[in-house]
């Protein structure tokens, strides 16, 4: 089946620093990832989309210079949380896409806390 | 852009009750919608995925209800048990094949012996 494993689970970093996590698609092709943030208490906000031999379309509030995403195949996807402060704490998902396909796979998240 | 309203934001309810939790979308181009549960700590389960040709769908416990006339979204948990208690979400994607997942602010369920 189509899973999407995404690591690390959790993290902490320290206020200033940088935060990398990955996301990995198994048993399909991810031809589009997107990458959410869900602060505490709050719904999923789209950050990124990504889509391979395409440019990466990053929502309002969110750039590449501080959520600077690689997407180099289609089984992997990274985002770097830049500097992270206070704000930037939460859990960052992965949603990766196949082709075609209708349905989009989750990973578990990576749960990030800054100090 | 697609904008998603999903109400309450809270309800708490008794064991065999049942909880009904709705969504309104804005785009009439809306053509996938989904429903997650993410329990405390944890990340998104998905409940059912429901396309707009198809208005109602039965899962196990509960029931999802779309009316594309209003452009709302309903899940309807049958007899709750504590074990529903979670966060539950609606999601929308269009089909202009961009795949744009809009989620809804999310409602938080609480279900008491």
């Known amino acids: 089946g189509a899973l999407v494993y995404q690591y690390p689970r959790r993290t902490i970093c320290k206020s200033g620093t940088s935060m990398r996590m990955e996301c990995q698609a198994v048993?399909?092709?991810?031809?589009?990832v997107a990458w959410y943030r869900q602060s505490p208490q709050k719904t999923f906000e789209l950050i990124a989309l990504s889509t391979v031999n395409s440019a990466i379309k990053y929502e309002q509030n969110f750039t590449q210079e501080k959520f600077p995403i690689s997407h180099p195949n289609l089984s992997f996807s990274s985002m770097t949380v830049l500097n992270a402060y206070l704000e930037d704490r939460g859990l960052y998902l992965c949603?990766?896409?196949?082709?075609?396909?209708?349905?989009?796979?989750f990973g578990k998240g990576t749960r990030l806390t800054v100090v | 852009g697609e904008q998603v309203e999903q109400r309450p934001p809270h309800l708490s309810v008794r064991e065999g009750d049942s909880a009904v939790i709705t969504c309104t979308y804005t785009?009439?181009?809306?053509?996938?919608f989904f429903w997650y549960k993410q329990e405390p700590g944890a990340s998104l389960q998905l409940l059912m995925k429901v396309f707009s040709s198809t208005e109602i769908n039965e899962g196990q416990g509960f029931t999802v209800l779309l009316n594309k006339k209003d452009k709302r979204l309903s899940l309807n948990l049958t007899a709750a048990h504590p074990g529903d208690s979670a966060a539950y979400f609606c999601a929308v994607r269009d089909w202009t094949g961009g795949y744009k997942v809009v989620f809804g602010s999310g409602t938080r369920l609480l279900v008491s012996p």
């Open positions: 785009d009439p181009n809306s053509y996938y």
């Open positions: 949603g990766a896409r196949g082709q075609g396909n209708t349905e989009v796979f």
């Open positions: 048993g399909f092709q991810a031809t589009s």
